[in-house]
């Protein structure tokens, strides 16, 4: 008898408050303000591998991926103003890819170390899965990034 493979689904929710500033941008988004920053991780495939507690990835791991931008203000490394120790403690100025701290290059962060986290955790075992990162500034700016790979 063939069985049609299972789909396995895990999803993660985590917030996080932090500050930015999109520096050149033609509106009230060029100064210092706050988010909390809704994430929302969505991680399937086939079959998940499991640990040795038949557990697949740690939701807290995860959560932690996210909750490591709590309290910290975002910038690209263009943002010279912030990178300076003697001004601010560097502890709480997180350094983000791109040339903005936008919703985009933030979201793109956290799916690069979703997928470190699975080649750490679980290297070279040929599955591939799929990835969605929802990362809302606020009620009504969403951005989601999807990717699909193969670890
Ligand atoms: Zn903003």
Redesign the pocket.
């Given at each position: 008898m063939h069985l049609d493979p299972a789909m396995e689904k895990l999803i993660v929710k985590a917030h996080f408050h932090t500050a930015?500033r999109?520096p050149g941008y033609p509106g009230h988004?060029q100064h210092v303000?706050g988010?909390t920053w809704r994430a929302k991780v969505t991680l399937s495939c086939e079959e998940f591998p499991r640990d040795e507690l038949d557990m697949s990835v740690d939701f807290g791991e995860i959560k932690q991926l996210v909750r490591f931008l709590d309290h910290k203000i975002i910038v690209t490394k263009d943002d010279k103003t912030f990178l300076d120790p003697k001004v601010f403690d560097q502890e709480g100025v997180f350094v983000v890819e791109g040339r903005g701290p936008s919703v985009e290059n933030v979201a793109r962060y956290i799916c690069n170390k979703v997928v470190d986290l699975l080649k750490t955790k679980y290297p070279a075992r040929g599955i591939t899965y799929d990835l969605e990162v929802k990362l809302q500034?606020t009620d009504n700016n969403i951005f989601i990034i999807g990717k699909s790979v193969t670890v």
């Amino acid at each position: 008898m063939h069985l049609d493979p299972a789909m396995e689904k895990l999803i993660v929710k985590a917030h996080f408050h932090t500050a930015h500033r999109q520096p050149g941008y033609p509106g009230h988004c060029q100064h210092v303000h706050g988010h909390t920053w809704r994430a929302k991780v969505t991680l399937s495939c086939e079959e998940f591998p499991r640990d040795e507690l038949d557990m697949s990835v740690d939701f807290g791991e995860i959560k932690q991926l996210v909750r490591f931008l709590d309290h910290k203000i975002i910038v690209t490394k263009d943002d010279k103003t912030f990178l300076d120790p003697k001004v601010f403690d560097q502890e709480g100025v997180f350094v983000v890819e791109g040339r903005g701290p936008s919703v985009e290059n933030v979201a793109r962060y956290i799916c690069n170390k979703v997928v470190d986290l699975l080649k750490t955790k679980y290297p070279a075992r040929g599955i591939t899965y799929d990835l969605e990162v929802k990362l809302q500034e606020t009620d009504n700016n969403i951005f989601i990034i999807g990717k699909s790979v193969t670890v």
